[in-house]
């Protein structure tokens, strides 16, 4: 018999009329003969409420509690869902992390997965029953109760179905797939019936909001076949597998956008060696996470170098490089945060050199600015105004005819 | 080093500033050098919010699942006062039922401890760190979750002291003791400095609150010396140990009230072998849990026969005896819900036969009626209308001198 994991997020969950909804599903799913796994995280905004609760407790919050207080999260839905089951006539049994056989590092808020044995969950199947496993949770060498950190219980369920062989992962969310576009934004986005995880990656680390980068990569790794759908329409979503090397891939895919960034251009730093590795040491020394990063051509001598950053560490960046902008003998330190990164993401892109020059033409036809460019193999990421994003995707969506069904 | 348990309730850590007060205590206490095991309960009224979100979701609430829900909270409590103690610089780790050695039957949500084992607890402590375990929590045969039930903390706390052979168990409320009488209705109510096991587990028996009745017991049992206490004020409070049988008990002790029953009247039953037994096998049938019991004398081969039953159970018993009122050859069912429990307690009543007729006396004079009797060899209550109760307490109080201090 064939085994499936199902993974409903928080939203999925959000209070007892969703939890109940879930449930039927699952139960209608059961009773087709296949054998499901369910994978649950704390119910809609609970994760932020015990974060929340513990910064007024404390101060200190020592990771080891931060994990025993988290993990109530998904502790509490999956008992929920498995009384809703027993209502449905489905017997179900909750398990939490270290139950399901999730044994991870010492890493506490955000530990990794060393060993998945689950040798309850295949008693409780081979017993006709349904296993509930809380998402993002195991147990530490030391029996400590761990949290696989944000978006953990995307990798729960990846890392369960790859231990049971399961034919595959469906992560049940609140969108219905993966689009070739922000639908708000583009009115004619389309949803893709299949994604290459290469392209999915490209486009999580670019503004595409779901699944969490960890756990593509994670599928892909162990060969996981993903489904991406919605637990609100019930509709068949996208589908997560490796690209076919024998079929040819369209060239563009999807077009993402990401308005979390800010830029800092340190100016006028003289253009010798040395002088980068000094000013990201800094940064990485404050715990900013730096994204994207250009140096100007250097005009006599002095260079702008330009990066990104998350917006909330904006002010901690900007402080950093004034701080040491007499060292790194820079002339001015400049902080924008109306900017916006448009990504084009596609495998048929390595076999297109052409694409780079349309991306570049489209928005200079319409006068967008492009301050920032970076590339990898499959994608082309622009910094933008922020208010000129949404005219950015909806133009490149449209030049590249994504909505367009392929054939 | 001597080891102490405190237990602290719901509302003791009912909300962050009370977590981080209470920390502060134990702070205090574990720099005197003693060696102290926290216990902690669900802040506020979690246990009822998460009974009722499991009402929301399911009509079936199987018992295993219950447990896994309702247990999120002591454990979502002990995480955060570790954090707490953390902030103070003590080191501390929470330890759920399970980690803390806590197996029990597999009864759920009311299961029985079979053995604490508590190597962890110890192991923490020989670090020089303050273990913080979740109440009311175990781990069953199967390893499946499970929950000693309402008042489990306190249940808890006794048996960790038990185990670790501690030197006292300090189970702290919001309340600083136990009293004479109640405060709110005897004005001039004594907070006694010592009671004796038999003597509170009555009083608990008959109306005191605090502590649960099965702890009593189980410290009885084993041996453990309580404290009962506040942790508002953080006063000393009341000591339970074994009565001192060669010291003389003080006649009366306390008197203590319950308005949470109610009062069903059989009349005209056959006074025939069989009658009593007919009529509380259909109670117990319906799960009436049936507490006094008072048969009036026989007149002319016909009799009443009064019971209380907890104020819920009121309708449910009515309809009961109703249904059966003709098999048992009853003229008429009565139901009476403004019914008061007064009772006396004091280990010393064994010895002074008097008692019962001063109470009597006390309340004859003030023309208060008593409408059922019950005593045991260290107790005398009586039932009295509702509104009488208070005046009852009082007088009673001041009659026995009870505001008087101990010499």
Known sequence: MSVVVQKFGGSSVADPDRVRAVADHVARTWRRGTQVVVVVSAMGHETDDLLHLAAQVSRSRPGREMDMLITAGERKACALMCMALHDLGVEADSLTGSQAGFHTNATHTNAKILEVRPNRVRAVLGEGRVPVVGGAQGVSPARDVTFLGRGGSDTTAVALAAALGATACELYTDVSGVFTADPRIVPGARRMAVVGFEELLEMTASGCPKPAMRSVEFARRQGVTLHIRSSFTWEPGTWVREEDPSMESAVISAVTHDTSEAKVTVQ???DRPGIAAALFRSLADHDVMVDMIVQNTSEEGRTDISFTVPGE???????????????LGASRV???AAIAKVSLVGAGMKAHPGVSAT???VLAERGINIEMISTSSIRITCVV????MEEAVAALHDAFELERPLV
Not at 385 to 388: A, I, K, L, P, V
């Open 268 to 270: 006028g730093v003289p």
């Open 313 to 327: 560490h904006l002010e901690l960046a900007r402080r950093t490089c004034e701080a040491h902008a007499d060292e």
């Open 359 to 361: 991306v570049f033409e």
């Open 334 to 336: 400049l902080a924008d």
């Open 385 to 388: 105004r922020t208010e000129r």
